[in-house]
């Protein structure tokens, strides 16, 4: 079993930054790939972004060039470092981890006034 724990989101103006943590614990061993994603209100949930335990990383297209996603050292905590943030960008974010199985945290709000 895994457990995920998020922080880090909140209100912010257009054009400003947030970082998002979520921190694996229990069987983090085997997680080999973490993700991020998002869902705003009456949308579906979305991918954002993913790191390979290699450290290859992936984005879906609107949020190139503005969110970072990395992990630290320990493999078990990723961050999404979110600049230049747009009011398109307000949903719930949420962390995912594969292992033997996908895991999710419980979500972390970020609102971005316009």
């Known amino acids: 079993q895994v457990q995920l724990v998020e922080s880090g989101g909140g209100l912010v103006q257009a054009g400003g930054s947030l970082r998002l943590s979520c921190v694996a614990s229990?069987?983090?061993?085997?997680?080999?790939?973490m993700r991020w994603y998002r869902q705003a209100p009456g949308k579906p949930r979305e991918f954002v972004a993913q790191?390979?335990?290699?450290?290859?990383?992936y984005y879906r297209d609107s949020v190139k060039g503005r969110f970072t996603i990395s992990m630290d050292n320990t493999k078990s905590t990723v961050y999404l470092q979110m600049n230049s943030l747009k009011p398109d960008d307000t949903a719930v974010y949420y962390c995912?981890?594969?292992?033997?199985?996908?895991?999710w945290g419980q979500g972390t709000q970020v609102t971005v006034s316009s």
């Open positions: 995912n981890v594969q292992a033997a199985q996908a895991y």
């Open positions: 229990g069987s983090t061993v085997g997680i080999n790939t």
């Open positions: 790191i390979l335990r290699g450290g290859s990383t």
